[in-house]
T-cell receptor
Framework: AQSVAQPEDQVNVAEGNPLTVKCTYS??????LFWYVQYPNRGLQFLLK??????LVKGSYGFEAEFNKSQTSFHLKKPSALVSDSALYFC??????????FGSGTQLTVLP | DGGITQSPKYLFRKEGQNVTLSCEQN?????MYWYRQDPGQGLRLIYY???????QKGDIAEGYSVSREKKESFPLTVTSAQKNPTAFYLC????????????FGEGSRLTVL
């Protein structure tokens, strides 16, 4: 069975500082990994995905994620956080859209 | 603009009543999905459809029903058999054979009184 874990329910960071939202995965075979963002009372928006290739994946809104096979991690990062980045972030894994398994989410708060 | 439209955004229901949530997309996507979101949990798949007139149960289909009579539309009915229906419901779509990039609607929040 595939799964992802987001070990932090809440992450707080000051505006302008780098941010990291953590995700670890457990899958058999090659992992397909995704990050989504959800603003309050809205649907999810796709940020980025790792299928194969470079371990550093760049996505929307200046976000990037680093795939680390030895640590089975796929952490989301941004060099300089904005207050508008405050949202709920979900990590997901799955070989196709209908097989996606989502993590429980991490609430990111960027403090002005 | 292309996208997914869910309605209503907020809905209140009395126990024992069925309710239908609408989902319409103009992205020309073949596949559509319904998820349920509860606080502190990830999204859970209720039903999905990869083609018109065909749909499959997801992980938590009990107490729900769907139809897919048109490519653009994938309504979800929450029946009285669903024991804990209060939740945020999200509709999504994707291109066929997609590797996990979903497009989501704005969601419908159902509250059972």
């Amino acid at each position: 069975a595939q799964s992802v874990a987001q070990p932090e329910d809440q992450v707080n960071v000051a505006e302008g500082n780098p941010l990291t939202v953590k995700c670890t995965y457990s899958v058999s075979g090659n992992p397909y990994l995704f990050w989504y963002v959800q603003y309050p009372n809205r649907g999810l928006q796709f940020l980025l995905k790792y299928i194969t290739g470079d371990n550093l994946v760049k996505g929307s809104y200046g976000f990037e994620a680093e795939f680390n096979k030895s640590q089975t991690s796929f952490h989301l990062k941004k060099p300089s956080a904005l207050v508008s980045d405050s949202a709920l972030y979900f990590c997901a894994t799955g070989g196709s859209a209908r097989q996606l398994t989502f993590g429980s989410g991490t609430q990111l708060t960027v403090l002005p | 603009d292309g996208g997914i439209t869910q309605s209503p955004k907020y809905l209140f229901r009395k126990e024992g009543q069925n309710v239908t949530l609408s989902c319409e997309q103009n992205l020309n996507h073949d596949a559509m999905y319904w998820y349920r979101q509860d606080p502190g949990q990830g999204l859970r798949l209720i039903y999905y459809s990869q083609i018109v007139n065909d749909f499959q149960k997801g992980d938590i289909a009990e107490g729900y029903s769907v139809s897919r009579e048109k490519k653009e539309s994938f309504p979800l009915t929450v029946t009285s058999a669903q024991k804990n229906p209060t939740a945020f419901y999200l509709c999504a779509s994707s291109m066929a054979q997609n590797t996990g990039e979903l497009f989501f609607g704005e969601g419908s929040r159902l509250t059972v009184l």
